[in-house]
């Protein structure tokens, strides 16, 4: 940190500690909801002076804040909507984390818009993208991404050779930037603990303390021991999302926000499926759909269907699937098949509820409201913006406080790992002759884990045998793993593999392979047993086996009604009867 702070590690001592001051004493306001949102709201407050809980019924970003596009972007579809200001907004934010808040996280990345007719197309387009770089510019911070550049026909296929040559006239490349969304929320709530916020998982909202009309506090359950306890504040934010509405009830029935989810999926497939050295999107006659580089993958999405069925489990049906193999399979040479697909997954997008029927038409911007004294309420929005709705937010905490507030600092604010980033990537064949490892194993740390990269290595050099790959997933350190725990807030072998690295998503197996080897390595730092170890594995395998099945259904009730047959994680200590 800028400080010169160390940064507060999230591991099982710590969340016992945030547990226990939380119910201790008087915050000045508790954050309900553990996704990207919530966990800026954390931040913003901190940074502020405020005393700040943060209270996540599961997994931190286990909700639409791990199953994005994985793209910081202004939304080039929105400028076809005219919605110039959320555009500009967004790409203000996009400059921001690529250059000063999160360098190590937040990287480039181009994409071709290929063209299917002479001349208008051009024009339009063109105008488009330039107008697109040209708010990119609007805020006075430099953009951090190229310009965008026209190309012929020939010269788009030499960047993307899986193009095929009759389905497009010409293109246009420009460039965007993306994030792990899930390892972003995590490192943004281990920020916000550096500046003195109490973080806890699988800490549960049940209901709401009042004194008379005005919101007191909230009442908790945790879902590891099954205890229930109260945490009082001033202030209480929902900053749940596509749960809005189901917190909302819990004051009392509906207030001022209204939230409709709609489904978005995606699919995962090997880098050598699609030969492009460069992300592609593409227009559908709802939206878009983009092909973007990850890693030794691609991502392709997204749909959009509104989405009525369980939230916690959004699940993908063989329909969801096989609208984007046709629609991307419409511009390449070689197409994909189901059979190339390693990977999916589904995440519910919180819109403000409007006139429109169709969620593709309703509104990302973000709504907050004070329904009831002590209760401020945020929603809508999208991933790029969160911190702009986090400060918002904490702007109308400010207004329910009797204290003066510190404005927000936020956007001054380097997130762990971000400080001296830049010159550690520098360093990194020196820093690989020195661990021991490939500058390949030394380059994918950098980039997951910036300067915090120290603290990997110094597990590796007191056992030696965390500095071998997974088996099964070699892209991993078995180090990763019980890092996790240690210190990134993993409290059960699912956070791990689905979030703290994306083993679920990029291996044919969907992290099964691994699950023994990964569950053995968290059972210390955990505290499991054999049996522990048993039971995580075993869950892990019926989710995986549920979600196989459930993209095999026609329609989102059988698919949901299959996905919802795997068990939910059991607890490591089991509350008493």
């Not at 999926?265 to 990850?294: A, C, N, Y």
Request: hydrophobic letters at 40%; a negative charge; proline letters at 4%.
């Amino acid at each position: 940190m800028a400080s010169g702070r160390s940064v507060a590690r999230l591991g099982p001592a710590e969340r016992a500690e945030a547990l226990e001051r939380m119910a201790g004493r008087e915050l000045d306001v508790v954050v309900v909801g553990g996704g990207v949102v919530g966990a800026g709201v954390a931040l913003d407050a901190a940074t502020r002076g405020l005393d700040v809980g943060l209270v996540e019924a599961r997994d931190f970003a286990s909700g639409t804040s791990s199953r994005s596009s994985k793209l910081i972007h202004g939304g080039l579809r929105y400028l076809e909507q005219l919605n110039f200001e959320l555009v500009r907004e967004a790409l203000q934010e996009r400059a921001l984390l690529l250059q000063r808040i999160a360098p190590h996280l937040v990287k480039p990345v181009p994409f071709l818009f290929p063209l299917t007719h002479y001349g208008w197309e051009r024009v339009y387009v063109g105008a488009g993208v330039a107008l697109y770089d040209t708010l990119g510019l609007a805020s006075g911070v430099a953009r951090g991404v190229p310009g965008h550049r026209h190309l012929s026909r020939s010269r788009a296929l030499r960047l993307a050779p899986a193009l095929k040559k009759s389905a497009f006239t010409g293109a246009i490349q420009y460039w965007d930037a993306q994030v792990d969304d899930a390892r972003y929320v995590m490192t943004m709530l281990r920020t916000a603990a550096t500046y003195g916020a109490h973080i806890a998982p699988r800490a549960q909202v049940v209901g709401f303390l009042r004194e008379g009309e005005r919101v007191t506090g909230v009442r908790v359950r945790d879902l590891e021991s099954g205890e229930e306890f109260e945490v009082r504040a001033q202030q209480v934010v929902n900053a749940t999302g596509v749960w809005t509405d189901d917190i909302q009830e819990l004051v009392g029935g509906r207030g001022q926000i209204h939230v409709r989810a709609s489904k978005g999926i995606h699919l995962v497939v090997p880098r050598d499926r699609i030969q492009s050295l460069t992300g592609i999107i593409l227009r559908t006659e709802k939206s878009v759909l983009f092909v973007i580089p990850w890693g030794r993958h691609w991502i392709i999405g997204t749909t959009d269907t509104e989405w009525t069925l369980h939230k916690a489990h959004p699940a993908a049906s063989m329909a969801d699937i096989d609208y984007l193999l046709d629609h991307v399979n419409a511009v390449l040479s070689v197409p994909l098949s189901r059979d190339d697909v390693e990977g999916v997954y589904a995440g519910l997008r919180p819109l403000l509820s409007g006139e429109s029927d169709e969620t593709s038409k309703l509104s990302r911007e973000h709504v907050v409201a004070h329904p009831v004294p002590g209760l401020v309420m945020i929603a809508g929005g999208k991933y790029t913006t969160y911190r702009v709705m986090a400060r918002d937010a904490v702007d109308a905490v400010a207004h329910g406080l009797d204290q003066r507030v510190p404005r927000s600092c936020t956007d001054r604010i380097p997130l762990a790992g971000a400080e001296g980033h830049q010159a550690l990537w520098n360093s990194r064949h020196r820093i690989a002759q020195t661990s021991g490892l490939h500058v390949a194993r030394i380059e994918h740390l950098l980039q997951r884990y910036g300067s915090l990269i120290d603290e990997v290595l110094e597990l590796i050099e007191h056992d030696p045998s965390l500095g071998r790959p997974l088996s099964g997933a070699d892209d991993y350190l078995r180090a990763e793993i019980v890092y996790a725990a240690t210190h990134e807030g993993a409290r059960h072998l699912n956070d791990v593999l689905t979030r703290r690295t994306r083993i679920s998503i990029e291996t044919f197996h969907r992290g099964v392979a691994v699950a023994q080897e990964s569950a053995e390595l968290l059972a210390a730092p955990l505290g499991w047993d054999n049996e522990q170890v048993k039971r995580e594995v075993g869950y892990f395998t019926k989710r995986v086996e549920a979600e196989r099945r459930s993209q095999e259904q026609d329609s989102d009730q059988e698919a949901d009604a299959i996905r919802l047959g795997a068990p939910e994680i059991v607890p490591v200590v089991a509350p008493e009867v």
